[in-house]
C-alpha cells in the first residue's frame, strides 16, 4: 500500500502579470488600387530571353499561375506599382494577379 507524503514546505502562489485585454488591429494596406492611381504597363521580357511572363498568385516569385493568358511581349495591361510589395505590379485582372517589373535584373514590366 502506498503512503501519501506531505510536504513540510509552505505552499506558495506564483504571482503572475495582470492579463491585458488582446487587441487585434487590421493592418491598412498601403497601397490605393483605384482609377486614377492605374498605370498602362507594357510587358517586355525579351531581354531574358523570355517571350512573356507567368502571372503570379501573390507577389513572389514562385507563386507562378498556369494560366492561357499570360502576357507575352508586347501586351500592354493595365496595373498599379505596389507600394506595399516592391518591385511588384497588382494586374487588373479578373484573378488579381500579379507580375514582377525586374526579372534577372532587367525591366520585364515598362510603364507607359
Aim: aromatic share 10%.
Amino acid at each position: 500500500m502506498a503512503t501519501l507524503r506531505v510536504s513540510s514546505r509552505p505552499f506558495v502562489v506564483a504571482q503572475t502579470a495582470p492579463r491585458r485585454s488582446l487587441c487585434v488591429r487590421a493592418m491598412a494596406s498601403k497601397d490605393a488600387f483605384t482609377d486614377d492611381t492605374k498605370l498602362s504597363i507594357r510587358m517586355d521580357a525579351s531581354k531574358n530571353g523570355c517571350t512573356g511572363m507567368f502571372w503570379r498568385s501573390k507577389p513572389d516569385m514562385n507563386a507562378s499561375v498556369n494560366a492561357p493568358d499570360w502576357p507575352r511581349n508586347g501586351t500592354v495591361f493595365k496595373g498599379w506599382k505596389s507600394v506595399e510589395h516592391p518591385g511588384w505590379v497588382k494586374v487588373d485582372h479578373p484573378q488579381n494577379y500579379w507580375l514582377p517589373i525586374q526579372q534577372y535584373g532587367n525591366d520585364v514590366c515598362h510603364f507607359q
